[in-house]
C-alpha cells in the first residue's frame, strides 16, 4: 500500500501549483482522501478532504476559496490545485487516505481519521 504524493516546488505569491497523490497497492477508488500540511517549526495540520465519490470535499478555513481538491477519474489519484498560493502556504504537503467506514466524515479533519499516508512534498511560497 503506498501513497505517492508529487507536485510541489518554488512558487512566488500568487502563483498556482496542482499536487498529485497517486494511490497503488489497493483499491483506493473507495477510499476518502485528505491532505495535511506541515510547515517549519509547527504541527501537521489539515488542509482538504474528499469522499470516495468525490461529491463530498471539505477545507481548512486557511485555504478555503483558494484549493480544490478532486479525483482523478479511476478515482486512485486524488489532486489538491492550490491557487493564489501565499507565504504562509509553505509546507510539506501530505496525502492520507482512509477507508470509508474507518472514521466519519466528521472526523476527517484530524490526522488520526486517516491509515495510510504518503511520503510528502515540499512547498514554497516566496514573496
Known amino acids: 500500500v503506498q501513497l505517492q504524493a508529487s507536485g510541489g516546488g518554488l512558487v512566488q505569491t500568487g502563483d498556482s501549483l496542482r499536487l498529485s497523490c497517486a494511490a497503488s497497492g489497493r483499491t483506493f477508488s473507495t477510499y476518502a482522501m485528505g491532505w495535511f500540511r506541515q510547515a517549519p517549526g509547527k504541527g501537521r495540520e489539515f488542509v482538504a478532504t474528499i469522499s470516495w465519490s468525490g461529491g463530498s470535499t471539505k477545507f481548512s478555513d486557511s485555504v478555503k476559496g483558494r484549493f480544490t481538491i478532486s479525483r482523478g477519474n479511476a478515482k486512485n489519484t486524488v489532486y489538491l490545485q492550490m491557487n493564489n498560493l501565499k507565504v504562509e502556504d509553505t509546507a510539506v504537503y501530505y496525502c492520507?487516505?482512509?477507508?470509508?467506514?474507518?472514521?466519519?466524515?466528521?472526523?476527517?479533519?484530524?490526522?488520526?481519521?486517516?491509515?495510510?499516508w504518503g511520503q510528502g512534498t515540499q512547498v514554497t511560497v516566496s514573496s
Open positions: 492520507a487516505a482512509v477507508a470509508p467506514h474507518d472514521s466519519s466524515w466528521s472526523q476527517r479533519s484530524r490526522e488520526d481519521a486517516y491509515t495510510y
